[in-house]
């Protein structure tokens, strides 16, 4: 490798021409490797990212029977892929609630004793129009229609 | 402070902890030999390369599938046709399967042609066989995840193999079947052996086999004077052209996935007779057709139990070549090693095609 030698006496030109070289497939071959690099990983990327699931999309599900839930109860019922929560406050008056928790998505319940809408995560609570009572969720409740089909309980998004 | 002082700043602090420079001295001082059989040493970085390749998409593939009878199937098809590029990372996975094989080979029958097994390499030859038969699991257990009829019949006649082995064979096939029969307890065991307990062996044995290659040096044919042979630098000459050799590889594995996608076939179904033209894979097609052969009584035994009795045979004489094949001074019965290998090269290539064909 004598181009390495200082002693050697060579041209300032040829030294420019030689370094020049030496960048330009430096540059190629990095070059190279990366956008080889890049199209192996790209797929990659792609293949990690979960496809999109047609979501059951649902306006109305049929929750029950009347006659199934007392007075001062709730339950949780499917509605599409999430869980809602009926409220039957008393003999007349039904509240459904999506049952999703404003603050980090957990599933609520209904307190008979309190007569309020709890959150077991964090302590969040709602009241029976679904605004925040206390604790940290930072929203209400989304509220959904409930309506009575003959002894049939349905629940169905509100317009 | 100028980049360069950082640099070296950093590798300071780095190498007063780690050690760095003892491992560069050590990268800088392994040599390759040059001659006519050089080439050859490429083959055990191919194989090496491609397991690296079959980590890599396995564990992309685990992100999706899911291993029981009822979902299987329908994950690997998922993958295939919902999951965005999951028909080429199937489709690599399976291709590189098979030329894992296919290199592992290679470089197997490679180091019996230039008698690399000599002394003292006499472990590595032994943890590589080790590695070759836990490839072969690999395949096997691999075959039956999509649970296709394929597979599903493909395990049931490879677990019978097992099951005519004299003594163990029933507990043996029990014990892979996680059953009497190939169920659902056999998809959970080959998924377990599959991505557990076959990569754990595997890593064991990668470490300790790349260790004693980089114990012992590379070997030199037999017949070449090593003190006369021309030697590259292993880093960069070595490791460059063998970066190339894998570039090289990966494009005929591209393009294989991609031309020649990986096919799914039907959903596995216990209570369906078996698919005709129904075959293990390559690799397995040898013994398979040689079982064919065999009628299903020779004098007293059962044709089943002498074929195995014959791959026993032949495979402890293949396990045991390096003890054998020498001399009193250790110098090497070559020529024997040779006829040897030649003999089963000659067997696996006309018995695999005949088994092919027929």
């Given at each position: 490798?004598?181009?390495?030698?200082?002693?050697?006496?060579?041209?300032?030109?040829?030294?420019?021409?030689?370094?020049?070289?030496?960048?330009?497939?430096?540059?190629?071959?990095?070059?190279?490797?990366?956008?080889?690099?890049?199209?192996?990983?790209?797929?990659?990327?792609?293949?990690?990212?979960?496809?999109?699931?047609?979501?059951?999309?649902?306006?109305?599900?049929?929750?029950?029977?009347?006659?199934?839930?007392?007075?001062?109860?709730?339950?949780?019922?499917?509605?599409?892929?999430?869980?809602?929560?009926?409220?039957?406050?008393?003999?007349?008056?039904?509240?459904?609630?999506?049952?999703?928790?404003?603050?980090?998505?957990?599933?609520?319940?209904?307190?008979?004793?309190?007569?309020?809408?709890?959150?077991?995560?964090?302590?969040?609570?709602?009241?029976?129009?679904?605004?925040?009572?206390?604790?940290?969720?930072?929203?209400?409740?989304?509220?959904?229609?409930?309506?009575?089909?003959?002894?049939?309980?349905?629940?169905?998004?509100?317009? | 402070?100028?980049?360069?002082?950082?640099?070296?700043?950093?590798?300071?602090?780095?190498?007063?902890?780690?050690?760095?420079?003892?491992?560069?001295?050590?990268?800088?001082?392994?040599?390759?030999?040059?001659?006519?059989?050089?080439?050859?040493?490429?083959?055990?970085?191919?194989?090496?390369?491609?397991?690296?390749?079959?980590?890599?998409?396995?564990?992309?593939?685990?992100?999706?599938?899911?291993?029981?009878?009822?979902?299987?199937?329908?994950?690997?098809?998922?993958?295939?046709?919902?999951?965005?590029?999951?028909?080429?990372?199937?489709?690599?996975?399976?291709?590189?399967?098979?030329?894992?094989?296919?290199?592992?080979?290679?470089?197997?029958?490679?180091?019996?042609?230039?008698?690399?097994?000599?002394?003292?390499?006499?472990?590595?030859?032994l943890t590589g066989i080790v590695l070759l038969g836990l490839m072969l699991g690999f395949g096997f257990s691999g075959y039956l995840l999509p649970w296709n009829q394929i597979s599903y019949f493909a395990t049931k006649v490879g677990t019978d193999v097992a099951a005519t082995m004299p003594f163990a064979g029933p507990a043996l096939a029990r014990f892979l079947r996680g059953g009497e029969d190939v169920g659902a307890a056999t998809l959970t065991r080959f998924f377990a052996f599959h991505v557990a307990v076959l990569p754990m062996l595997t890593f064991a044995f990668v470490g300790v086999h790349l260790l004693l290659v980089q114990k012992a040096g590379m070997s030199t044919p037999s017949g070449i004077s090593p003190?006369?042979?021309?030697?590259?630098?292993?880093?960069?000459?070595?490791?460059?052209?063998?970066?190339?050799?894998?570039?090289?590889?990966?494009?005929?594995?591209?393009?294989?996935?991609?031309?020649?996608?990986?096919?799914?076939?039907?959903?596995?179904?216990?209570?369906?007779?078996?698919?005709?033209?129904?075959?293990?894979?390559?690799?397995?097609?040898?013994?398979?057709?040689?079982?064919?052969?065999?009628?299903?009584?020779?004098?007293?035994?059962?044709?089943?139990?002498?074929?195995?009795?014959?791959?026993?045979?032949?495979?402890?004489?293949?396990?045991?070549?390096?003890?054998?094949?020498?001399?009193?001074?250790?110098?090497?019965?070559?020529?024997?090693?040779?006829?040897?290998?030649?003999?089963?090269?000659?067997?696996?290539?006309?018995?695999?095609?005949?088994?092919?064909?027929?």
């Amino acid at each position: 490798m004598q181009r390495n030698e200082p002693s050697q006496p060579v041209p300032d030109g040829a030294v420019g021409a030689e370094q020049n070289r030496r960048t330009l497939i430096s540059w190629l071959l990095g070059g190279g490797i990366a956008a080889s690099l890049a199209s192996f990983f790209y797929p990659v990327a792609r293949f990690l990212d979960p496809p999109q699931m047609a979501e059951a999309s649902v306006n109305e599900v049929a929750a029950g029977k009347v006659q199934d839930l007392k007075p001062n109860s709730g339950k949780i019922v499917r509605f599409g892929n999430k869980p809602a929560l009926l409220v039957r406050v008393n003999d007349t008056e039904w509240k459904a609630f999506s049952a999703v928790c404003t603050h980090l998505n957990c599933t609520v319940q209904y307190q008979e004793a309190r007569r309020e809408i709890w959150c077991a995560c964090h302590n969040g609570t709602y009241d029976l129009d679904g605004r925040v009572v206390s604790g940290p969720p930072p929203k209400p409740l989304e509220e959904l229609a409930v309506k009575l089909r003959g002894d049939e309980v349905v629940i169905s998004r509100r317009v | 402070m100028s980049v360069k002082e950082l640099r070296a700043r950093t590798f300071d602090w780095f190498d007063e902890r780690l050690g760095l420079r003892e491992g560069r001295d050590l990268l800088d001082h392994k040599v390759v030999p040059v001659h006519a059989g050089t080439t050859w040493y490429y083959f055990g970085g191919i194989t090496l390369f491609l397991l690296a390749v079959q980590l890599g998409t396995g564990i992309l593939l685990l992100l999706y599938y899911r291993p029981s009878v009822a979902e299987a199937f329908d994950s690997v098809r998922f993958i295939m046709t919902r999951v965005e590029f999951g028909w080429l990372i199937r489709s690599i996975h399976s291709w590189s399967a098979n030329l894992l094989i296919f290199a592992a080979f290679v470089h197997m029958f490679s180091v019996v042609f230039t008698h690399a097994y000599r002394r003292p390499r006499e472990l590595t030859w032994l943890t590589g066989i080790v590695l070759l038969g836990l490839m072969l699991g690999f395949g096997f257990s691999g075959y039956l995840l999509p649970w296709n009829q394929i597979s599903y019949f493909a395990t049931k006649v490879g677990t019978d193999v097992a099951a005519t082995m004299p003594f163990a064979g029933p507990a043996l096939a029990r014990f892979l079947r996680g059953g009497e029969d190939v169920g659902a307890a056999t998809l959970t065991r080959f998924f377990a052996f599959h991505v557990a307990v076959l990569p754990m062996l595997t890593f064991a044995f990668v470490g300790v086999h790349l260790l004693l290659v980089q114990k012992a040096g590379m070997s030199t044919p037999s017949g070449i004077s090593p003190a006369r042979l021309a030697q590259m630098k292993f880093f960069p000459s070595f490791f460059l052209r063998e970066l190339m050799v894998w570039y090289g590889v990966l494009a005929i594995l591209g393009t294989l996935a991609a031309i020649f996608p990986w096919e799914l076939g039907q959903k596995a179904d216990p209570f369906s007779s078996a698919p005709a033209g129904i075959r293990p894979e390559w690799y397995f097609l040898a013994q398979f057709y040689t079982l064919k052969l065999i009628p299903s009584h020779v004098w007293f035994m059962e044709g089943e139990l002498l074929g195995l009795a014959g791959f026993g045979l032949l495979a402890a004489v293949w396990v045991t070549l390096p003890f054998w094949a020498k001399g009193r001074e250790g110098e090497g019965r070559t020529r024997l090693a040779t006829g040897v290998g030649v003999f089963l090269v000659c067997y696996l290539f006309a018995f695999t095609i005949l088994g092919y064909l027929k």
